[in-house]
Nanobody, 121 residues
Framework: QVQLVESGGGLVQPGGSLRLSCAASGSIFSIYVMGWYRQAPGKQRELVAIIPSGGTTNYAESVKGRFTISRDNAKKTVDMQMNSLQLEDTAVYYC???????????????WGQGTQVTVSS
């Protein structure tokens, strides 16, 4: 079993900051990609930021310059610092990872349970 557990969501005023964290645990052989997606009410889930194990990060245009993703391979964690938050950043944020399991030896996509980020004055 592989689990992704997020933390750090909450309510913040426009212009404020939040930091999201996600920890992977379980039968993990290797983690290839980690990142964050979000889904606002009535909208499709969209990529926010992603960081491969050895490559360059990729951000949605709407968050470039405001969000910073980072990962700690030893701790199996991925964080995202969100600055200058805007009303349109309100969404449920999901941790995402592509992980090769020690049990199945197959790489699969895994999702966290989601954490709510609300930007409101």
């Amino acid at each position: 079993q592989v689990q992704l557990v997020e933390s750090g969501g909450g309510l913040v005023q426009p212009g404020g900051s939040l930091r999201l964290s996600c920890a992977a645990s379980g039968s993990i052989f290797s983690i290839y990609v980690m990142g964050w997606y979000r889904q606002a009410p009535g909208k499709q889930r969209e990529l926010v930021a992603i960081i491969p194990s050895g490559g360059t990060t990729n951000y949605a245009e709407s968050v470039k310059g405001r969000f910073t993703i980072s990962r700690d391979n030893a701790k199996k964690t991925v964080d995202m610092q969100m600055n200058s938050l805007q009303l349109e950043d309100t969404a449920v944020y999901y941790c995402y990872a592509v992980i090769k399991s020690t049990v199945t030896a197959i790489s699969s996509a895994y999702w966290g349970q989601g954490t709510q980020v609300t930007v409101s004055s």
